[in-house]
């Protein structure tokens, strides 16, 4: 039994297709982060633990989901402490 013409070239970008969708699927999911921008915002010996850490190993964990939101829980608060802060003495003129 015999093909029609351009028959063979569709069946194989049909398999090509299929198993570029197959091996799609099959890809890990991403990590999912273990705790939120708020609870970290609002634990900080979590969040120095998880800073430490990220520090110690930042080729593997850098751009880990629990890494981003530890950062972004530091710099927020790191902004609100700035009105904490007392008035700046600037020396008197001469």
Excluded at 16 to 27: Q, W
Excluded at 52 to 66: F, K, M, V, W, Y
């Amino acid at each position: 039994m015999g093909f029609r013409p351009g028959a063979r070239s569709v069946r194989f970008c049909l398999g090509i297709v299929v198993t570029a969708i197959s091996a799609a699927g099959c890809a890990p999911a991403p990590d999912r982060a273990r705790y939120s921008v708020e609870a970290y915002r609002n634990d900080p010996e979590l969040r120095r633990q998880e800073l430490q850490r990220c520090a110690n190993d930042p080729g593997t964990l850098e751009h880990s989901a629990d890494c981003v939101n530890a950062r972004e829980a530091e710099r927020a608060v790191g902004v609100g402490s700035l009105r904490d802060l007392p008035p700046l003495r600037l020396p008197a003129k001469k």
